[in-house]
């Protein structure tokens, strides 16, 4: 008797490894807010803030709103996420993160507040390497 071989899959599988493959418009979603949720627990641990302030719909205090745009502009410019994106998982409007990436953006002139913002740079990009592809 001789034993059959196995039979393979029909038709064709999808390698998710593959250059090329995106997530749904759903999954993405879910994705970015994902990491803005993450985003918004390191700097909170950063700058020694409430994660739960930065997360409080409406204004908040000067020191808790510069921690916020400073994680929105890292998660727009560096996580490459979109403003829409960024507003979404921040629970803010896409003109708020555009706000706050602008704000941040001529704030960067002073070199102190530079250094500062270059070092969650770093750490947002170390921590989400992996996920730089969505």
């Avoid at 510069?66 to 502009?73: E, F, L, P, S, T």
């Avoid at 002073?110 to 989400?128: G, K, L, P, T």
Wanted: neutral net charge; hydrophobic residues 45%.
């Amino acid at each position: 008797m001789s034993q059959a071989a196995p039979k393979e899959a029909e038709g064709p599988t999808q390698d998710v490894s593959q250059a090329g493959w995106q997530p749904t418009a759903k999954r993405r979603d879910e994705i970015s807010v994902e990491i803005c949720e993450c985003l918004i627990d390191i700097v909170a641990a950063f700058f020694a803030v409430s994660s739960k302030e930065l997360r409080k719909a409406g204004r908040t205090a000067v020191p808790v709103s510069r921690v916020r745009q400073i994680a929105m502009y890292v998660a727009h410019v560096v996580l490459q996420l979109t403003q829409a994106e960024v507003g979404r998982g921040f629970g803010r409007d896409r003109t708020t993160v555009l706000h706050a990436c602008q704000v941040i953006e001529d704030m960067r002139d002073d070199q102190e507040f530079d250094r500062v913002v270059q070092v969650v740079e770093r750490i947002a990009h170390a921590a989400f390497r992996n996920r730089l592809d969505i």
